[in-house]
């Protein structure tokens, strides 16, 4: 059983940046895939980062060159920086991990850009 806790979220100004922490209860040195989804009002859950095991990093084009995923494995934790926030951005976003064959999930944390 992984565990996956999220924080970092909060009120921004368009064009301010934040940083998303999601803290793992075991090693993330063993994770499948991890990654960074968002879901905002009315919309589904979509793709922001993700990282497979080869060490190969995913975005979304929509935040391609503004957001930047990092992991810190000593500490079991992974990162989203988000630079230059749109309102667009606004939304929860989710910690998402693949482990052996089980997917794992956090409670999100709430973004809101204001413009």
């Known amino acids: 059983q992984v565990q996956l806790v999220e924080s970092g979220g909060g009120l921004v100004q368009a064009g301010g940046s934040l940083r998303l922490s999601c803290a793992a209860s075991v090693s993330i040195v063993s994770f499948n895939t991890m990654g960074w989804y968002r879901q905002a009002p009315g919309k589904q859950r979509e793709l922001v980062a993700t990282?497979?095991?080869?060490?190969?990093?995913n975005y979304a084009d929509a935040v391609k060159g503004r957001f930047t995923f990092s992991r810190d494995n000593a500490n079991n934790t992974v990162y989203l920086q988000m630079n230059s926030l749109k309102a667009e951005d606004t939304a929860v976003y989710y910690c998402?991990?693949?482990?052996?064959?089980?997917?794992?999930w956090g409670k999100g944390t709430l973004v809101t850009v204001s413009s």
């Open positions: 990282v497979h095991s080869a060490g190969t990093t």
């Open positions: 998402y991990v693949r482990y052996k064959i089980f997917d794992y």
